[in-house]
């Protein structure tokens, strides 16, 4: 049988444990305004731990959703906080912001339309 003491311990290693291990922070359905596109549009990003009190700068990845879905997408059903946070803690990703913009416009794609009137593929290397 385990001693009081014993168990205190480690009621306290694992309390303390899970309160030091650092995650990551997603913020979802942020805005953005957009005059190349001339609407508001929505993003997420994922900041890496400790990213609020570091002063260094931080590669960053852009992830891109599928036909018909949205930024959310990679929050809700890609997890990309627990396996960025997983590969960071285990040293197989260097700590980078990832960004999540949502696409959903109605038109299709990531890029200019032929016609020039939607800019999608301008605003997201100008903005």
Not at 43 to 59: D, F, K, N, Q, V
Not at 92 to 119: C, E, H, L, W
């Amino acid at each position: 049988m385990l001693k009081a003491s014993t168990i205190f311990f480690l009621f306290n290693f694992f309390f303390i444990s899970n309160l030091l291990a650092q995650t990551g922070i997603v913020k979802d359905n942020l805005t953005l305004q957009s005059n190349i596109l001339n609407m508001e549009r929505r993003y997420a990003i994922y900041l890496p731990p400790g990213y609020e009190t570091s002063e260094r700068s931080y590669p960053v990845l852009y992830l891109l959703h599928g036909s018909g879905d949205d930024q959310s997408g990679w929050v809700q059903f890609g997890e990309v906080a627990s396996i960025a946070d997983k590969t960071i803690k285990e040293a197989k990703a260097t700590d980078m912001i990832i960004v999540m913009p949502d696409a959903n416009t109605g038109q299709r794609g990531y890029f200019n339309s032929v016609d020039g009137k939607f800019r999608y593929e301008d605003f997201s290397l100008r903005s």
